[in-house]
């Protein structure tokens, strides 16, 4: 057993390699164009980020625009009158994000000069933002090279690299390997991190399904402890 101070085995670089230079040549033909992705607008990114929390793709690509032509700047957002920012959320659900959403506005207005932070330690402080979500904003719209694992790119992590043999562990600790795992195989160059991470969800949501894996068109398959299986 891995005593608790010493971190989770890595995996080894040439497997790194292999997995992202597969996953990126997959990710350049294979990528859908979603409008978050032609922008690295903070605000847009974090407007996306927040949609995408608990509503799938093809629902926030309507809303999304429709948001952003009413609040077009996180300061037209921080202006506005909370039911304004309700009634545009109206259809997307968990109207908890959209009073986070307003309120991290506000903050970032009044205590970042409107500029949205850059680093997760100091997005994560922010209202409704978690951990993934202040590495996804890190990440799309500063191109910083640090993790973001949502529940797809967990899934991918744990499916490629650990295993169903793998899982031994309680959840937390899964899920901290996990994230250790994600930080080693972000690529160091900050475009690169970003179609990589960008690739990840991509593979989890379109490919790597959670019910129904798609393992004989994947692109990981020779590299994946649980397609190989
Ligand atoms: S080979 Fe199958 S299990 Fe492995 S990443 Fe691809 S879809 Fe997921």
Redesign the pocket.
């Known amino acids: 057993m891995t005593p608790a101070s010493t971190p989770p085995p890595s995996p080894q670089p040439a497997l790194v390699r292999r997995f992202s230079s597969r996953l990126l040549a997959w990710f350049a033909k294979n990528g859908r164009a979603l409008p978050w992705r032609r922008t690295r607008d903070p605000y847009r990114v974090l407007v996306s980020e927040f949609m995408l929390q608990q509503t799938q793709v093809s629902r926030v690509t309507q809303y999304y625009p429709r948001f952003l032509k009413r609040f077009s700047s996180l300061d037209a957002l921080a202006r506005a009158r909370p039911a304004a920012v309700r009634e545009a959320w109206d259809g997307l659900g968990y109207y908890a994000r959209a009073s986070n959403i307003h309120a991290l506005a506000r903050v970032v207005r009044r205590d970042f000069d409107g500029r949205v932070p850059d680093e997760p330690d100091e997005l994560v402080k922010l209202p409704g933002v978690g951990r993934y979500t202040a590495g996804a904003v890190a990440c799309f719209a500063y191109e910083k090279p640090v993790a973001a694992v949502d529940t797809n790119v967990s899934?991918?992590i744990r499916?490629?690299f650990i295993g169903e043999r793998g899982v031994g562990s309680g959840p937390r600790s899964l899920l901290s390997r996990i994230w250790h795992i994600a930080q080693t195989l972000v690529p160091k160059d900050g475009k690169r991190a970003w179609a990589f991470n960008q690739a990840m969800m991509e593979?989890?949501a379109t490919?790597?399904?959670a019910r129904r894996?798609?393992?004989q068109?994947?692109?990981?398959?020779p590299v994946?402890?649980?397609?190989?299986d």
């Open positions: 899934r991918v499916r490629v593979l989890g490919v790597c399904a894996p798609r393992c068109e994947c692109p990981v398959r994946c402890r649980t397609g190989q």
